[in-house]
């Protein structure tokens, strides 16, 4: 659960920093943008200034719509509607040349603030608006004799500024949402995933302790028939005795991973010298191999190898290694090498065996793992061992990997660390 709790809390805190880097981009990017709208602005007033300041159809419209009208028959008013039009597409065909919005609005002014010419759709002034002033020379106030002003007024401008990062700020919110969902998906598979892990573990573990209580009174009953056997019942109380210690071997090997992995199981480590150990589980399995005719052979030299460990875990790893060597080659040559290598201790198991695929090497230590062979395992078993072998060696902060051995066969490398002396 603590572990659940520091994993929501990490990823939490990534989507928050991501958020507020892409806050900070969006920033900077805001800030890009107003500056490239100012430099536009600038581009589109020297135009504007050069169409209001010589005299030219526009202008002359104006000048007659503000002035004394001499030249067209019509009434002053509708001479201000049709300088407002002319003024206004005047301003969108300037303003769009250099990518500016046209959702806008202008004034002409003089000097003493009066409103001479005005937009048809005048926004409404609040908070929203932004203005910028053109003060005009040349031709129009000479004309008039006053000074003028032209002032444009734009609405929602972050719309705007934002509509330009569109290519920055729409795909990093897609891969944030993108990431939240795939987060939350993780979250919830791997979760669910280990809850169904630990309610199967739960499972099977109940149930290798409830087979204890029959195997006990089977063996109990192959005791009882022992003590006056019959000569014919010999060999089959030979077999059931074989069969019970397979048996309880197996369940004894899941009880103790099941216990392992739920850490109820510690595995105190102490210092010491793993060489005589050693040299004790080689001699023993040596003489295994002479009484059932296989080649074993071990080097482990005469130092010693200091670390911190608990015998009987390791005892019982390298011997399931041992007998793997011996039941997957049909003529067994086995041989077990130990040596010091850059402050660590290695040791070596090398076989003749029919060895691994590749492409099972990554699989190999996985719980109830076995190669594939069709529907036929000529060597019985659960699949546990290695995972067993591989969670002492973790807990002796070691590591264990496996290689092919040319011609075939096998290699497995344990890797303890030493302790310096």
């Given at each position: 659960m603590a572990k659940r709790h520091i994993y929501i809390i990490v990823f939490a805190v990534a989507i928050i920093v991501l958020l507020i880097v892409q806050y900070q981009y969006l920033r900077i990017g805001l800030s890009l943008a107003r500056n490239q709208f100012n430099v536009k602005l600038e581009k589109a007033e020297t135009v504007i200034k050069?169409?209001?300041?010589?005299?030219?159809?526009?202008?002359?419209?104006?000048?007659?719509?503000?002035?004394?009208?001499?030249?067209?028959?019509?009434?002053?008013?509708?001479?201000?509607?049709?300088?407002?039009?002319?003024?206004?597409?005047?301003?969108?065909?300037?303003?769009?040349?250099?990518?500016?919005?046209?959702?806008?609005?202008?004034?002409?002014?003089?000097?003493?603030?009066?409103?001479?010419?005005?937009?048809?759709?005048?926004?409404?002034?609040?908070?929203?608006?932004?203005?910028?002033?053109?003060n005009l020379q040349g031709y129009l106030p000479d004309l008039l004799k006053r000074k003028l002003s032209l002032e444009l007024q734009f609405k929602d401008l972050n719309a705007y500024f934002l509509s330009q990062l569109n290519g920055l700020t729409f795909p990093t919110l897609l891969c944030i949402i993108a990431i939240c969902i795939v987060g939350v998906w993780f979250f919830i598979s791997y979760y669910g995933q280990q809850q169904l892990i630990t309610t199967t573990n739960d499972f099977i573990n109940n149930l290798t302790h409830e087979l204890k209580t029959p195997v006990f009174s089977i063996g109990l009953a192959t005791k009882l028939i022992e003590e006056?056997?019959?000569?014919?019942?010999?060999?089959?109380?030979?077999?059931?005795?074989?069969?019970?210690?397979r048996?309880?071997?197996?369940?004894?090997?899941?009880?103790?991973?099941?216990?392992?992995?739920?850490?109820?199981?510690?595995?105190?480590?102490?210092?010491?010298?793993?060489?005589?150990?050693?040299?004790?589980?080689c001699e023993s399995f040596k003489v295994k191999a002479t009484h059932e005719q296989f080649h074993f052979e071990y080097e482990i030299g005469d130092?010693?190898?200091?670390?911190?460990?608990?015998?009987?875990?390791?005892?019982?790893?390298?011997?399931?290694?041992?007998?793997?060597?011996?039941?997957?080659?049909?003529?067994?040559?086995?041989?077990?090498?130990?040596?010091?290598?850059?402050?660590?201790?290695?040791?070596?198991?090398?076989?003749?065996?029919?060895?691994?695929?590749?492409?099972?090497?990554n699989k190999i230590f996985q719980k109830f793992y076995r190669i594939p062979n069709g529907d036929i395992h000529k060597v019985k078993g659960y699949g546990l061992g290695l995972s067993?072998?591989?969670?002492?060696?973790?807990?002796?902060?070691?590591?264990?990997?496996?290689?092919?051995?040319?011609p075939k066969g096998t290699i497995v490398i344990l890797k303890l660390p030493l302790i310096n002396e």
């Open positions: 050069e169409d209001l300041n010589t005299e030219n159809k526009l202008t002359f419209l104006i000048g007659e719509a503000l002035g004394e009208a001499t030249y067209f028959n019509i009434s002053q008013d509708s001479l201000i509607d049709a300088s407002n039009n002319f003024l206004r597409d005047q301003l969108i065909g300037r303003l769009t040349e250099n990518s500016l919005p046209d959702d806008f609005s202008f004034r002409l002014k003089d000097s003493e603030n009066n409103v001479l010419l005005f937009s048809p759709d005048t926004v409404k002034m609040d908070g929203h608006i932004i203005s910028y002033r053109i006056k056997p019959k000569y014919e019942q010999k060999p089959l109380i030979e077999a059931i005795k074989e069969q019970l210690q048996l309880n071997r197996h369940i004894d090997q899941v009880l103790k991973l099941g216990s392992l992995e739920k850490h109820e199981a510690a595995v105190p480590l102490t210092k010491l010298d793993l060489h005589p150990f050693l040299k004790e589980w130092e010693s190898y200091l670390i911190k460990g608990e015998t009987s875990h390791l005892e019982n790893a390298i011997n399931n290694l041992l007998d793997n060597a011996k039941k997957y080659s049909e003529d067994p040559i086995i041989n077990l090498k130990a040596f010091k290598s850059k402050g660590h201790l290695l040791i070596e198991i090398k076989d003749n065996g029919i060895g691994i695929p590749k492409k099972e090497l067993y072998v591989q969670e002492i060696i973790r807990r002796h902060n070691g590591k264990i990997s496996m290689e092919a051995a040319e």
